[in-house]
């Protein structure tokens, strides 16, 4: 028991290890640029990238592959690695290892921002705009109601409530936008919108990097924190750890990363949930470990259930009925893995 406990929370890199979060993501990217309505060879895949990089003159094919299908996988794995990394950190920062990254009201809030500003009419940048801004609103009611509540109960207990709390809130008004739109124009593209996809990604799209990246430097350089923080606050207390400062800098970058990929892509769930889980069985639960390839998972994932939504049936396919269908029957096996105590 002892030596598995301290393999679980080793901070040395194994070599199959590295071999597998350096193999997964390069074959699965290859692939999803590979894989199409419109299939290109290694080769042409090659040559469409060199001559961009150098810019040089390409044909009908080459600027599909670079200005179409290129910034949807970089998206789609980008927006994997997001959610995955949040789902990641709020279970270590809540100890609880069934926690996602919708737990704050985030993903909520960003689904009522998107839906309302599809029903009055708003454009895909409005559309985007709208669904960040609500998200990141959302949990800032959160933190209010916490502020409020705090002194009169144990913070982490009363932010999650608050959160069930405004999720609820967030999704009724979804409802009632969804009760209220035209069933033959806007209700369709609310409804295709909430289930999630990445079939309106263009290369302005990737200009969002500039947003994601920071964001999730910032939480790479505080995941040690995360070990500190899943010990409990007294235990970080006695570490020297300002946990109200390092719980909200981790909640905020979570919160950023989650408003961001709903606001692109949709609710995509499941995501934020299964890969950590995913990561630990493969390096363990120490989070110096466990956020990197829990990233690169995530990328990759995203991108396989990318790739498979657009190529399995002539009319593609919502990212979240796949990540449903992947992740349900998933979590149930965890549950049997783990029949004593869930979690690694």
């Known amino acids: 028991m002892r030596q598995q406990h301290n393999n679980t929370h080793t901070t040395q890199w194994n070599v199959h290890e590295i071999v597998l ?4 993501p390069a074959i699965v990217l290859i ?4 894989i199409g309505r419109y299939p290109v060879s ?3 895949l090659a040559s469409a990238l060199t001559a961009h990089l150098n810019g040089q003159p390409m044909d009908a094919s080459q600027l599909a592959l670079i200005r179409v299908r290129m910034p949807r996988v970089l998206i789609a794995m980008i927006i994997g690695a997001s959610l995955s990394a949040s789902g990641a950190a709020f279970q270590g920062l809540f100890k609880n290892p069934v926690v996602s990254p919708d737990l ?3 993903s909520s809030g960003a689904s009522f921002g998107a839906a309302l500003s599809i029903l009055l009419g708003a454009g895909i940048i409005g559309t985007q705009l709208s669904s960040f801004i609500v998200g990141l609103i959302a949990v800032m009611i959160v933190a209010a109601m916490n502020m409020l509540l705090s002194k009169r109960a144990q913070s982490t207990l009363t932010l999650i409530l608050c959160g069930i709390l405004v999720s609820s809130l967030f999704n009724a008004f ?11 124009t806007k209700l369709p593209a609310i409804t295709f919108w909430l289930m999630g996809g990445l079939s309106s990604t263009t290369l302005d799209d ?3 990097v500039f947003i994601f990246l920071p964001t999730i430097m910032l939480l790479l350089c505080v995941r040690w924190k995360i070990n500190v923080l899943a010990m409990g606050d007294e235990e970080a207390h006695m570490l020297g750890v300002n946990v109200t400062l390092y719980r909200w800098i981790i909640i905020i970058c979570a919160t950023l990363l989650t408003s961001l990929s709903v606001s692109i892509a949709g609710n995509v769930g499941w995501v934020g949930l299964v890969v950590p889980h995913l990561a630990r069985m493969l390096v363990g639960s120490n989070y110096l470990k466990l956020l990197p390839a829990t990233l690169i998972m995530g990328a990759s994932f995203l991108l396989l259930v990318d790739t498979f939504a657009r190529m399995l049936f002539t009319v593609e396919i919502p990212l979240s009925i796949i990540t449903a269908i992947i992740g349900a ?4 096996y965890l549950m049997l893995r783990n029949r004593k105590g869930f979690g690694a």
Do not use: E, Q
Request: hydrophobic letters at 65%; aromatic letters at 10%; proline letters at 3%.
């Open 21 to 24: 979060l350096i193999a997964i």
């Open 31 to 34: 692939a999803a640029l590979s």
């Open 42 to 44: 290694i080769n042409s």
């Open 104 to 106: 704050l009201g985030a």
């Open 174 to 184: 979804v409802s009632l936008i969804k009760a209220v739109a035209d069933t033959d």
């Open 206 to 208: 990737l200009r969002i």
């Open 329 to 332: 029957p998933f979590f149930f």
